[in-house]
């Protein structure tokens, strides 16, 4: 049957643009087929596309449904069959087939060498992963579909930066989905990419599709997912949206033989946000920095801009630039590198200046199952996590609940595996979260929601105001009333809405920490919070306790400072000295 299907397709689409054919690897005997475009021309493309376990070329060919991009964009493609169905993902068997396939296509249809790109589909695409790390310098760009390495993915230092584009259906009940983001964590940091993706939902009007772009990096390389919302196992072709194109459509920016130049902002961080209460915001200067090289030229030109606006021009490194008084609002950053040979490329970083005016969300980055969020970080007594990263499966993390009934949809868990004081915390706008949080003296209210996650039940949270430099200026303890059960699948309701006041009488840099309880295993996880400015603080003097003997004081409109204490307010209120 298979011989009979194989012999109506070739019939279906003409001897000349398909074939099956041969070639002797090893000493073995191993078969592919072929499709080439009608007036195919000299020095085109090669795409290479390998099966599934148990699944053949004949099949892996119908799935792809890439005979009309071929057709457009004049490139072979060569479907091979793997030894019993299957593929050498540990050793090198099916690379030097690989090897062999590209020096008979090269022969036979004289391709371009520096533009051979490698796929596959499940097994085929942790072959395709396995192939980064064998032959990167014979694959221009890489595009596994919903599969990876199993056993976890390395990147080989010696290895160059890798183009990527892994295809993957969040409902994929053989390769999991949950597996993506490890597989290309790995490649996203040897690629020197930056670990925040450009996100795009609704791809190209599909509702379930979200692109996610890492890059660029090194070498103007990029890493994409195409995450496909519901997908199972299989390769996608609806709403319009076709896999073979999206890959063809990503690869073919890439070769071996690099043209253009790269350039990449190395500081500020994208994403970096200035966020201040109650007055103006004074952002301090800071240094714009960039890299650019020319594989095979020379850098002319690094010029920086903000939005439209040029700011600097330069000729020779270093490339760095200082940006003075940004204000309210958001500012687009951007480096633009021309070569000796006018071709340009380009990076861009964003920095927001906020100065809220009513309830700001600190929560509003809780979005992506496994992440630690913008603003924050997290600590449980073993590990920092700071600033935004992803692709966790333990600690310290964002959840995405799923329970028929639910409080809130995200939330931010942290626990304190050692018990120690304080070893477990999470906290918005700490250092290295490229968020920076400036409180100017007034009343605040702090709204929020938090539970605990597992064990202990119950156990008590305290959620404390701190300058950027440790020294507390308010703190409260309550105990949650909601213990979701250690599943984001459980329903749980009646987390009690925390409503608090505390008074800031000096501007500076301030974190937010909610802190568990300092017993082994304690946790939380903040679903919901909110801070505001509720007015000003005025007629207060300040006092230092060191001048005050021992006793209690009834110190209107004062404001006592206890060294090395923190501060102790007082409007009409006792203040006791020791």
């Not at 599969?147 to 053989?174: L, Q």
């Not at 800031?504 to 909110?530: C, H, I, M, S």
């Amino acid at each position: 049957m298979k011989h009979l299907y194989l012999f109506l397709l070739l019939l279906a689409t003409g001897w000349q643009q398909l074939s099956a054919e041969t070639i002797t690897v090893n000493g073995t005997v191993r078969n592919y087929i072929v499709y080439v475009p009608a007036n195919l021309g000299e020095n085109r493309p090669l795409l290479i596309s390998c099966h599934g376990m148990n699944q053949d070329a004949a099949y892996q060919k119908g799935m792809l449904q890439i005979e009309s991009v071929a057709d457009t964009a004049k490139f072979v493609t060569v479907f091979p069959n793997g030894i019993d169905k299957g593929w050498d993902i540990g050793g090198d068997r099916d690379i030097n087939y690989v090897k062999a396939l590209i020096d008979a296509m090269v022969s036979k249809y004289k391709i371009d060498r520096n533009r051979v790109y490698l796929s596959g589909f499940s097994m085929g695409g942790m072959f395709t992963y396995h192939a980064m790390n064998r032959i990167p310098d014979l694959i221009a760009a890489f595009a596994p579909i919903s599969g990876y390495p199993m056993g976890g993915t390395t990147a080989n230092a010696n290895v160059r930066p890798i183009p990527i584009i892994h295809t993957h259906g969040t409902s994929d009940d053989v390769v999991s989905f949950g597996g993506v983001q490890g597989a290309l964590n790995a490649w996203i940091k040897h690629n020197g990419c930056p670990t925040k993706a450009t996100v795009v939902k609704n791809y190209r009007g599909t509702p379930n599709i979200t692109r996610h772009t890492w890059g660029p990096g090194n070498n103007g390389v990029e890493v994409v997912l195409m995450e496909l919302e519901g997908k199972g196992h299989w390769i996608s072709n609806d709403f319009g949206v076709k896999t073979g194109e999206e890959i063809w459509n990503f690869c073919k920016r890439f070769s071996l033989e690099l043209k253009d130049p790269t350039v990449r902002i190395t500081a500020p961080q994208d994403g970096q946000r200035y966020i201040t209460f109650g007055g103006a915001s004074e952002v301090p200067d800071f240094t714009l920095r960039a890299t650019a090289s020319d594989p095979d030229g020379q850098v002319a030109s690094v010029d920086f801009y903000e939005g439209e606006q040029l700011l600097a021009s330069f000729d020779k490194e270093p490339y760095t630039f200082v940006v003075q008084g940004l204000t309210k609002g958001e500012h687009t950053l951007k480096a633009v590198v021309t070569d000796d040979e006018g071709r340009t490329a380009s990076s861009q970083v964003t920095v927001s200046v906020l100065e809220p005016t009513s309830n700001f969300l600190l929560h509003n980055t809780f979005n992506t199952e496994g992440c630690m969020p913008d603003g924050w970080s997290a600590y449980d007594g073993n590990e920092l996590r700071s600033g935004y990263s992803s692709g966790y499966s333990s600690g310290p993390r964002v959840f995405h609940f799923t329970g028929s009934t639910h409080d809130f949809e995200w939330g931010l868990y942290t626990r304190n595996v050692t018990g120690a004081e304080h070893a477990g915390y999470a906290r918005f706008a700490d250092k290295g979260t490229q968020t920076i949080m400036t409180l100017y003296p007034g009343n605040y209210q702090l709204m929020c929601r938090v539970t605990n996650w597992n064990l202990p039940d119950f156990s008590p949270v305290t959620v404390a105001v701190e300058t950027i430099g440790g020294k507390q200026v308010w703190a409260e303890t309550f105990t949650p009333t909601v213990n979701i059960g250690n599943s984001a699948s459980n329903a749980f309701s009646g987390v009690r809405l925390g409503i608090y006041s505390f008074d800031v009488y000096e501007k500076n840099r301030y974190v937010l920490t909610f802190y568990t309880a300092d017993a082994p295993w304690a946790d939380l996880l903040v679903g919901q919070a909110a801070l505001r400015r509720m007015g000003d603080v005025s007629g207060i003097q300040a006092v230092e306790a060191s001048s005050l003997a021992p006793g209690c004081y009834n110190l209107q409109g004062q404001q006592v400072h206890q060294p090395g204490k923190g501060i102790y307010l007082h409007k009409g209120k006792k203040v006791i000295v020791k």
